[in-house]
T-cell receptor, first 112, second 116 residues
């Protein structure tokens, strides 16, 4: 059974600081996704990582994928309050499988 | 592009009634749609995979007779929660795949179901 774990589960950080959210998964995967969820809302797609060593950046967020270590990271640079949300990673075991297994989620709170 | 809508956004119903939730892909055709459930402060759990023109595939532990899924066309899938009970109260989210690279899922805005 595929397991997807994120840490930390909760993260409270000050504005302007840097931090990293980790996503570990238990079996080989073709691709990994990062999503953002605001309270009461659905998911917003952030990144799609398709290969080992993939790195993508958008604004203050940068995601990377190491398929050998079965690890993805979401790095936050110089956090601002608007980044407060819950972040999920999700793993697709194989392209043909088409099913996502979501991580536990990381609730991020940015403190002014 | 790649917009997915859900209707209704919120529904409150009495225990024992049935509720239908619609998921539409607005600007693309989706041969595959997915239904997820999310309880408060928890992650998303896949309930079933909906394929146009065929029976849905349910995940382990999801009652197919309670959660009826119909994928009537390439742009519409429906989830009917039959004889709803308070424990079915949850946030239901659908997603649809575009079929073109990278074939990622796009998520609907979700439906908040409250069963009294």
């Amino acid at each position: 059974e595929l397991k997807v774990e994120q840490n930390p589960l909760f993260l409270s950080m000050q504005e302007g600081k840097n931090y990293t959210i980790y996503c570990n998964y238990s079996t080989t995967s073709d691709r990994l996704y990062w999503y953002r969820q605001d309270p009461g809302k659905s998911l917003e797609s952030l990144f799609v990582l398709l290969s080992n060593g993939a790195v993508k950046q958008e604004g203050r967020l940068m995601a990377s994928l190491d398929t050998k270590a079965r690890l993805s990271t979401l790095h936050i640079t110089a956090a601002v309050h608007d980044l407060s949300a819950t972040y999920f990673c999700a793993v697709d075991i194989s392209f043909g499988n088409e099913k996502l297994t979501f991580g536990t989620g990381t609730r991020l709170t940015i403190i002014p | 592009g790649a917009v997915v809508s859900q209707h209704p956004s919120r529904v409150i119903c009495k225990s024992g009634t049935s509720v239908k939730i619609e998921c539409r892909s607005l600007d693309f055709q989706a041969t595959t749609m997915f239904w997820y459930r999310q309880f408060p402060k928890q992650s998303l759990m896949l309930m079933a995979t909906s394929n146009e023109g065929s029976k849905a595939t349910y995940e382990q532990g999801v009652e197919k007779d309670k959660f009826l899924i119909n994928h009537a066309s390439l742009t519409l899938s429906t989830l009917t929660v039959t004889s709803a009970h308070p424990e079915d109260s949850s946030f239901y989210i659908c997603s649809a795949k575009t079929g073109s690279f990278p074939n990622e899922q796009f998520f609907g805005p979700g439906t908040r179901l409250t069963v009294l």
